[in-house]
């Protein structure tokens, strides 16, 4: 089963692709999909949803597990980051992918086995459980992955 889970942001989109056979989790590709501050936000949104659909596209996964959206102080960033979340939904959609949603504390929950966990140690235990050498980079591929980890670990 491959799992893709994804950190929705307008700036930077961290995705990781899992793959769980049996007993054994492999990373099989992280990273960000990243879109400049001077484009038009609707080319923005144009060019994370085309990056989305063309990592569906590519590893065919069984689903698509996505942070829910946490509302802080900065409702300016929370409108995009719901635009953003609005791609990834349609780009599931089209191609019949199921989308399973995460709470920031359920992704801390399920990988290091306390809610409270901070983000060096969501990182570090990422390393741990999938092998990794280093902390994958920029923070929003190690949530990606992170994501997509939780939801491996749910279904289990």
């Not at 946490?70 to 900065?74: A, D, G, I, P, Y």
């Not at 990794?132 to 980079?137: E, G, I, R, S, W």
């Given at each position: 089963m491959?799992?893709?889970?994804?950190?929705?942001?307008?700036?930077?989109?961290?995705?990781?692709?899992?793959?769980?056979?049996?007993?054994?989790?492999?990373p099989i590709?992280?990273?960000?999909?990243?879109?400049?501050?001077?484009?038009?936000?609707?080319e923005?949104?144009l060019?994370?949803?085309?990056?989305?659909?063309?990592?569906?596209?590519?590893?065919?996964?069984?689903?698509?597990?996505l942070?829910q959206l946490?509302?802080?102080?900065?409702v300016?960033?929370?409108?995009?980051?719901?635009?953003?979340?609005?791609?990834?939904l349609?780009?599931?959609?089209?191609?019949?992918?199921?989308?399973?949603?995460?709470?920031?504390?359920?992704?801390?929950?399920?990988?290091t086995?306390?809610?409270?966990?901070?983000k060096?140690?969501?990182?570090?235990?990422i390393c741990?459980?999938?092998?990794?050498?280093?902390?994958?980079?920029?923070?929003?591929?190690?949530?990606?992955?992170?994501i997509?980890?939780?939801?491996?670990?749910?279904?289990?």
């Open positions: 491959i799992v893709i889970g994804i950190d929705p942001g307008l700036a930077r989109l961290g995705y990781g692709v899992l793959q769980a056979e049996r007993d054994t989790i492999t590709d992280y990273g960000c999909l990243q879109t400049p501050a001077q484009m038009p936000a609707g923005r949104l060019a994370q949803y085309n990056g989305v659909a063309a990592l569906l596209d590519r590893y065919q996964p069984a689903c698509l597990a942070e946490f509302f802080t102080k900065n300016t960033s929370a409108m995009s980051v719901s635009e953003v979340r609005g791609v990834i349609l780009a599931a959609q089209q191609r019949q992918i199921p989308v399973i949603e995460y709470t920031p504390n359920q992704v801390k929950q399920a990988i086995g306390s809610g409270r966990a901070d060096r140690q969501v990182q570090e235990m741990r459980l999938l092998h990794l050498d280093a902390v994958p980079k920029p923070d929003d591929a190690a949530d990606g992955l992170s997509a980890l939780c939801h491996i670990h749910v279904m289990r």
